[in-house]
């Protein structure tokens, strides 16, 4: 398990998460707050394939990672209900620096 400074941004939002996290068998663990505010774990599996090392940095590393989520409730307003999606993507940019 290696400690890291990151910065994770979802790809054409403002959206941006930045803290300290672990990198734990090439997976990047990092905390996170849900919309109802419960915390949990968010888990970028297989970081290490996504992010290459920036060139003249030593242990900092960068790329873009699509996650692909399955059955996502969307709440649609003009029905008042849940929709539910089958399959979407969402592509993130991560940042991250490994701590000595």
């Known amino acids: 398990?290696?400690?890291?400074?990151?910065?994770?941004?979802?790809?054409?939002?403002?959206?941006k998460l930045k803290g300290v996290g672990y990198l734990v068998d090439d997976n990047l663990l990092i905390p996170a707050t849900s919309t109802k505010g419960n915390s949990y774990i968010k888990v970028f599996e297989d970081i290490t394939k996504s992010c290459h090392q920036i060139s003249g940095k030593d242990n900092e590393y960068k790329g873009y990672v699509t996650i692909a989520y399955e059955d996502v409730q969307i709440y649609n307003k003009q029905k008042n209900s849940y929709?539910?999606?089958?399959?979407?993507?969402?592509?993130?940019?991560?940042?991250?620096?490994?701590?000595d």
């Open 83 to 99: 929709d539910t999606l089958d399959y979407c993507e969402t592509t993130y940019f991560v940042w991250f620096k490994i701590l």
């Open 1 to 15: 398990m290696k400690k890291v400074v990151y910065s994770v941004t979802k790809v054409n939002k403002d959206e």
